[in-house]
């Protein structure tokens, strides 16, 4: 039996359990001899005694039926005991207990029954009544538990869209563990005359009592104020959840505290029939949705299509003699709901009044955003919309160099002038990291140095990187508010979108963030600290601002903009993406710009299916995000520890931890690693609380390099090629793995497979070797390895197209659209140009972007100088694919007249 101490879930540690005890049982049927007996009693008691504290937070089997297998055991009613272990675990499994009521008495006629149920149609699946639990947190008797469930039961009606079971635990630290560890409660009912500590003392339960924050304050307070104050604390940690209070206490002594998102409050004692219908009321609140719906009842219309679009109803291929295996591929429904109607139930994304406009304020309920935007042509177009309703050309935009692509082409777009900023590179592995928070500050000083912080529009940076490189998204807010009050905050949360359904992860998405400082300024304790700092502060010149964590002004603006590609970490279509909005000056400066670029960039035509299904993903994330959030980090986390631990595989593999790929003076917490094979799992917590940069978990960089292949051929020769398995993400030496929503156990036990399988072919390859095939595996590691080229810094811009020499941002739109003429540029071979430029006196300029894949951003863009550096790094890729360069012909520069022309042009404006 695998140790407690080897599990970061106790979710799987729970799964697991119950198979032990199902192997432990059923070999108690077939066991004879005293000793071999009474060493299986004690191996399924240790199980029981495992098994007993987390069943305690579950509504099934319930503790009812917990206690009822124990009592089994005692009496060694061995068949009768494995027969309903087996149908738990299969029930737990399947999720049959979902759909129908599992008896644990034998009865030959149930063993098919549970059967089908696993072999149930997605149909089938999808008429049956979703299932929830629902949590009363009160210190009540057995007698009074078994009254309160047979009065819930009571309550039922055949008419109710969901069916639900309860679950009572006695205390506050219960009800925290409870919400964290079951993914099946939708509600929680708090009771008055409940307790604060926690019986159970089973370090992975409690540990989750850090995702609710410092609780010891409760210790202080009156016990009557624990009920409250755990309404609080449930908003905090999952505030999807419904939470209804029952006080005893009057009126006007609950109206004054802050009850968190409780959804209603009941007094003395509460009316069954209302609680049953406001729980349900609750869940149908999260579980509509509005086009989703609107779309399924269009499709189902008799319609005549006098207007665009001949696939719609599916009568081109209906009626077709060589397109048929079209709609037998597809189907009839997504013929029926492809359409270019407005009306009709449904509704307009560029005008929204109807379904789409409700269900755009559903997912800005579901987000923590106060506005947000559907797009069906994926965060690209979404960088671009908002940088276009907020930068006019002449802004200073302070840009993360290595970010996406499509926020240098909205730069062009937006004539913004550019300052970009350097993330800290991690040259051994051909990856940049993020932005230090003072090499920020920085550049903001500098500006208000040259008097240019008026001029100052916008802050980009990326969260998390394509790497997992995770900001500490209050703190960069924070200080550079304290410089620039008013400062806009765009954050590319393209890969981020899950983060909002992990409570670890919330805190350091831009929606939580924006609330949560929104809230703070506004407090008598920030105008107090702020007010204690600006003293001391008094005439502090730039290097004490740059060692001290600044506190913005209780006056700053909370401006803030995310974009989310919702369809690569969510259940979207292809392209499905959100822009999230939670800006004070939205809707007083912003909101008609905003519209507008919404106008310039979305079609006219937009695809119906792909808002059908972020409505669908929306409604999901508030009923289940939670759950498959907590089971994508898990899943990560079991792949980390198999490589790891693998003897084999830590020959030619190494994942790299949060030590490898971020500095230690941006690690305050010290953590080095999620697993130490000595000690354990450490509490991410502690990390995501405290550190400058954090490591997305389920972001898993291996390094290949010591196979002898590059991240390139490792991942289309090997793992597509031969193996099926896709990635995306390579640099030189190492491929990225990337654990979503959708994986499963068994397909990371596949992963660790087929990595098995590669270095066992290794190892025999070599064995097999001669020494000159050992002397090129040898070299070609080395190269990957050691003899890796730095990563360069970006150089300047080119004076032609800068205002002035005292701070380093750049007119890259003007530069772009000089390179439009051909006779301004030329092209210029890498091997002619000599190694080192500045010595030879040659200044030459980048007339394109030039993106490599990977890393897949430009190190290169239009009005930019190439560096040594640049020379150096280009001539030592070894990549398939450089956007912008062409092989041909080499870099395109611009010509030493053009730029002078378009220097003394600058200078006469």
């Known amino acids: 039996m695998r140790s407690m ?11 697991d359990r119950w198979s032990l005890l199902r192997e432990a049982t059923d070999a108690l049927t077939r066991t004879t001899g005293e000793k071999k007996i009474v060493k299986l009693r004690s191996e399924a008691e240790q199980l029981f005694e495992a098994l007993a504290p987390i069943e305690a937070y579950w509504a099934f089997p319930g503790t009812a039926a917990f206690d009822h297998l124990r009592r ?105 563990i409870a919400i964290l560890f079951n993914h099946n409660i939708q509600a929680i009912v708090v009771r008055p005359g409940l307790t ?21 304050e409760l210790e202080t307070l009156p016990s009557e104020n624990y009920s409250t104050e755990l309404c609080r604390l449930i908003a905090k940690v999952r505030p999807e959840l419904d939470t209804f209070l029952i006080t005893d206490r009057s009126v006007e002594a609950v109206a004054g505290l802050n009850l968190g998102l409780c959804r209603r409050v009941f007094y003395n004692q509460e009316d069954f029939q209302e609680l049953h219908l406001n729980i349900l009321r609750g869940v149908q609140a999260r579980y509509k949705t509005p086009f989703f719906t609107a779309l399924k009842e269009y499709s189902k219309q008799p319609t005549g299509v006098f207007h665009a679009m001949p696939i719609s109803r599916g009568k081109s291929i209906s009626r077709s003699h060589w397109i048929q295996d079209m709609g037998a591929f597809y189907g009839p429904n997504i013929f029926l709901a492809e359409t270019s109607a407005t009306s009709g139930g449904l509704d307009s994304l560029l005008e929204p009044h109807g379904p789409i406009k409700e269900a755009q304020e559903l997912a800005a309920r579901a987000f923590g955003s106060k506005q947000t935007f559907f797009a069906t042509n994926g965060t690209s177009t979404c960088n671009k919309i908002v940088v276009q309703a907020l930068v006019s050309p002449g802004d200073i935009v302070l840009v ?5 692509k499509s926020h240098h082409y909205g730069m062009v777009l937006a004539g913004a002038q550019v300052l970009y900023l ?109 007010a204690k700092q600006t003293a001391k502060l008094e005439n502090a010149d730039d290097a004490t601002l740059l060692k001290t964590r600044l506190i913005p002004p209780p006056t700053a603006r909370v ?12 259940t979207s279509l292809r392209q499905g993406s959100m822009i999230h909005v939670n800006d004070q000056d939205f809707k007083g400066e912003v909101e008609q710009s905003f519209l507008e670029a919404y106008m310039t960039h979305t079609s006219t035509s937009p695809n119906y299916q792909i808002i059908a299904s972020l409505d669908v993903g929306r409604r999901q994330v508030e009923l289940e995000g939670f759950e498959f959030v907590q089971r994508q980090v898990e899943a990560a986390m079991s792949l980390r520890r198999a490589i790891a631990t693998h003897p084999l595989l830590g020959k030619y593999f190494k994942v790299l931890t949060a030590g490898d790929m971020i500095p230690a003076q941006h690690r305050e917490s010290g953590i080095e690693s999620y697993y130490d094979s000595e000690q354990g799992w450490n509490d991410i917590w502690e990390c995501w609380a405290r550190d400058e940069f954090v490591l997305d978990a389920t972001r898993i960089t291996l390094v290949v390099g010591s196979t002898g292949w590059d991240g390139d051929t490792f991942k289309t020769k090997i793992l597509m090629d031969k193996y099926g398995i896709q990635i995306n993400k390579t640099s030189r030496n190492t491929v990225l793995f990337m654990t979503n929503i959708g994986t499963t156990r068994s397909s990371v036990a596949y992963l660790i497979e087929v990595l098995v399988k590669i ?15 050992r002397l090129g595996f040898e070299h070609r590691v080395k190269n990957l390895m050691v003899d890796v080229p730095p990563l360069p810094d970006f150089s300047r811009f080119h004076d032609a197209f800068r205002s002035d020499g005292d701070t380093a ?87 030493d007249e053009a730029l002078k022309r378009h220097s003394a042009a600058r200078k006469s404006r």
């Open 5 to 15: 101490s080897d599990y970061y879930s106790a979710i799987q540690l729970r799964a």
């Open 72 to 176: 089994e055991f005692a009496h060694h009613k061995y068949e009768d005991l494995a027969f309903a272990v087996r149908r738990i675990l299969r029930a737990l499994t399947s999720g049959a207990y979902r759909r129908r009521s599992i008896p644990l008495e034998r009865d030959d006629t149930e063993t098919d029954e549970l059967e089908d149920e696993a072999m149930l149609s997605p149909e089938a699946r999808a008429l049956s009544k979703p299932y929830f639990e629902i949590l009363f947190v009160d210190s009540i008797t057995e007698h009074q538990e078994r009254w309160l469930r047979n009065s819930i039961h009571r309550m039922r009606r055949s008419e109710d869209q969901f069916v639900y079971e309860p679950l009572v635990v006695p205390s506050v630290e219960d009800a925290l």
């Open 196 to 216: 604060l500590k926690s019986q159970n003392e089973l370090p992975i339960l409690t540990r989750f009592l850090a995702r609710a924050g410092d609780t010891h």
């Open 400 to 404: 993360d160099r290595d970010c996406h």
């Open 422 to 530: 350097e993330s800290y590179p991690l040259n051994e592995y051909s990856m940049y990291g993020a932005v230090p928070i003072r090499e920020i500050k920085e550049k903001l000083l500098q500006l208000k140095a040259a008097g240019k912080l008026d001029r100052v529009r916008m802050l980009l940076l990326t969260n998390c990187t394509f790497d997992g490189i995770v900001y500490n998204v209050e703190r960069v807010m924070e200080e550079c508010l304290a410089i620039k009050p008013d400062l806009v905050f765009l954050w590319d949360e393209a890969w981020f979108a899950f983060a909002r359904f992990g409570p670890t992860y919330r805190q350091r998405t831009a929606m939580n963030v924006a609330n949560a400082l929104r809230e703070r300024l506004k407090s008598a304790g920030h105008a107090k600290a702020y």
């Open 559 to 570: 401006r803030v903009y995310a974009t989310q590609s919702t369809h690569k970490t969510l």
């Open 759 to 773: 270095a066992q072919e290794l190892d025999e390859r070599l064995d097999d070797a001669s020494r000159m095939e």
């Open 809 to 895: 941002e750049g007119d890259i739109r003007e530069a772009f659209f000089l390179s439009y003429e051909e006779n301004d540029c030329d092209y210029v071979q890498l091997d002619s140009m000599p190694a080192d430029l500045e010595a030879e006196g040659l200044e030459l300029v980048s007339a394109s972007f030039i993106i490599p894949y990977p890393p897949g951003f430009p190190i290169l863009v239009p009005g930019q100088v190439i560096s040594s550096e640049i020379l150096a790094f280009m001539r030592a890729l070894d990549v398939n694919e450089i956007h912008g360069y062409r092989p041909d012909l080499g870099l395109r520069i611009f010509t």
